[in-house]
C-alpha cells in the first residue's frame, strides 16, 4: 500500500534535498505537490485541505532545526502529520472484567468480514485468549460453513444454528459464558450496499449481546467509497475502530489516510494478504515511516518473531558461533523468512531500500531456484561448500534444472552471508549479557 504516494514524497524531498535553507517560495512549492500527491492518493478533500494547512503552519515561519536540512524538516514534519492522520498510535484492546470480551464485525459483503473474523481469533489466541466465534451471517450462502473451515484452520469453535442472526448472537454469547472462553467474536451479514434491512440488523445484533468493540471491516481498495461506508456504520452502530483489509491490493492508500480524521476513529487492524497469518496491529508511526521510505523495522522484528520459533534461532547462532553454519541451515533460514510474508512486502519494511529495489517483482518463486540447488546436492556438500569442484557444481546444476552460473551466484551469496554473520556470536553474546542484566533487575525488584 501507498506505493504511488511514496514515490512522489520521494521525489519531493529529492528536489528539496540541493536546497540550502527554506524560503516561503520552497514550502509553497512542496506543499502544492504534496496536495496533488494526496488527491492523486484518492484522500478525501477535506483532510487534504487540513494537512496541508498544518504543515504551512508547522513550515512557515518556523525557526529551523539548525541540525536539519531542508529536504529533513520537511520529511520531519510530513511523517509526524501522517502519523496524526493515520491515528496517533494503536489502538490497544482493553479486556472485560466479566468474560467474555464481545467483538462485533459489520461491514459491506465482499469486504472480508468472514476470513477477517478467523484472522482475529488468531490474533486474541496470540495474546493468550481462548476466543469464540460465531457464525450470524445467515444471509449469504455457506458463510456459516466457511467460517468453521477457517475456525479449524486457526483451531478456534464455532457457534451457529440455522435459526435468526439475533437469536444466534444471544445463543453464542451464553454458549461463550458456559464453556469459559474469554473472548466473542460475532461475524454478521453485509449486503452489497448499504441499506435500511442490514443496518437494522446489525444494530439488533448490537444490542442483544452489548459489543464491548464494534469493527467495520471495509476494503482499502474502494478508496473513497470505504470511507463513505464508515460515516454510514459509525451514524448507526457507534463504531470503535476500523478493520482495513486488501491493503497489499491497494497502492494509493486514500481509505487509510482518510478514515480516522472522516469518521473519528482509528484503524485497529490492517489485513496485509490473503492467508490467516497476514494480518497486523495497525501502527500509524510505523505506516508513516513505510510511507515515507523509513522502513518500519519494528513491524519486520514481529513477524520474524511470530515466525521463527526461539529454539531455531538459538541453535542458528550456536552454530554460526562454532563455525558449522552450513547450506542446510541457510536453507532454513530462507523457508523462515517466507513464513515472515511475501518478499516484496519485507522488503518494503526495511530502511533506506532504493526505489529501483522496492519496484523490482520480488516474489517467493525467486526462492524456488535456491531450494532446488541446495536440495540437489549431497549430506557433505551441504555441510562444506567448499567442496565443491567443477564437476560437482555441473552434477547440481543438472540435477536442479539450473546453469552452472546459478549455483556458482548461490555459492558466491552464501560466503557473503557467512561472512557477514560471523559478527552474530557477538550480538548474541552482547544480548545474552543484556538479558541477563534485565533479568537480575527484576529478581531484585521481586526482593
Excluded at 220 to 241: I, S, Y
Excluded at 365 to 389: C, F
Excluded at 412 to 431: E, G, I, N
Amino acid at each position: 500500500m501507498f506505493e504511488t504516494l511514496s514515490d512522489r514524497f520521494e521525489g519531493i524531498f529529492t528536489r528539496l534535498r540541493g536546497r540550502g535553507r527554506l524560503g516561503p517560495e520552497d514550502v509553497d512549492e512542496a506543499l502544492r505537490e504534496i496536495r496533488t500527491a494526496l488527491l492523486q492518493a484518492d484522500v478525501n478533500l477535506l483532510v487534504v485541505r487540513d494537512v496541508v494547512s498544518r504543515l504551512r503552519a508547522e513550515l512557515v515561519g518556523a525557526d529551523l532545526a539548525r541540525s536539519l536540512t531542508p529536504g529533513q524538516q520537511v520529511v520531519k514534519a510530513v511523517h509526524s502529520e501522517l502519523v496524526r492522520v493515520l491515528g496517533g498510535s494503536a489502538l490497544k484492546i482493553t479486556y472485560a472484567s466479566r468474560p467474555p470480551t464481545v467483538v462485533l464485525l459489520a461491514g459491506l459483503q465482499g469486504a472480508g468480514k468472514t476470513t477477517e473474523a478467523a484472522k482475529l481469533a488468531k490474533w486474541f489466541k496470540q495474546q493468550g485468549r481462548n476466543p469464540l466465534l460465531v457464525g450470524a451471517d445467515l444471509q449469504r450462502p455457506a458463510a456459516v460453513e466457511q467460517l468453521r473451515v477457517l475456525g479449524s484452520q486457526v483451531s478456534v469453535p464455532v457457534f451457529s444454528e440455522p435459526s435468526d442472526p439475533v437469536t444466534v448472537a444471544k445463543k453464542g454469547l451464553a454458549e461463550a459464558v458456559r464453556v469459559g472462553r474469554d473472548v466473542l467474536i460475532v461475524d454478521t451479514a453485509g449486503r452489497l450496499h448499504i441499506d435500511a434491512e442490514m443496518m437494522d440488523q446489525v444494530r439488533q445484533i448490537a444490542e442483544a449481546v452489548q459489543p464491548h468493540y464494534t469493527f467495520l471491516v471495509i476494503d482499502a481498495m474502494t478508496g473513497q467509497d470505504a470511507v463513505t461506508t464508515a460515516e454510514a456504520f459509525h451514524k448507526a452502530l457507534e463504531l470503535d475502530a476500523v478493520i482495513l483489509t486488501k491493503v497489499d491490493g491497494d497502492a494509493r492508500g486514500g481509505a487509510a489516510l482518510s478514515v480516522k480524521e472522516v469518521v473519528g476513529r482509528p484503524i485497529a487492524f490492517a489485513s496485509t494478504g490473503e492467508k490467516i497469518e497476514d494480518f497486523e496491529v495497525f501502527h500509524p508511526d510505523r505506516m508513516a515511516g513505510r510511507i515515507l521510505g523509513m522502513g518500519d523495522v519494528l513491524s519486520l522484528i514481529d513477524r520474524a518473531e511470530q515466525a521463527i520459533q526461539r529454539e531455531d534461532a538459538e541453535k542458528a547462532v550456536e552454530k554460526l558461533a562454532a563455525g558449522r553454519f552450513g547450506l542446510d541451515d541457510f536453507l532454513d533460514q530462507l523457508q523462515s523468512v517466507k513464513k515472515m510474508g511475501p518478499l516484496s512486502g519485507l522488503i518494503g519494511m526495511l530502511p533506506m531500500v532504493p526505489k529501483e529495489v522496492r519496484d523490482a517483482q520480488i516474489d517467493d518463486s525467486m526462492l524456488k531456484p535456491v531450494e532446488a540447488i541446495i536440495h540437489s546436492m549431497t549430506q557433505a556438500e551441504r555441510a562444506d561448500p567448499s567442496i565443491i569442484n567443477g564437476s560437482r557444481r555441473s552434477r547440481i546444476a543438472a540435477g536442479s534444472g539450473t546453469t552452472v552460473q546459478d549455483v556458482n551466484d548461490l555459492l558466491d551469496r552464501f560466503k557473503q552471508v557467512q561472512a557477514y554473520m560471523r559478527q552474530v556470536p557477538a550480538l548474541a553474546a552482547m544480548s545474552r549479557r543484556a538479558n541477563a542484566k534485565k533479568a537480575a533487575s527484576k529478581r531484585k525488584k521481586r526482593r
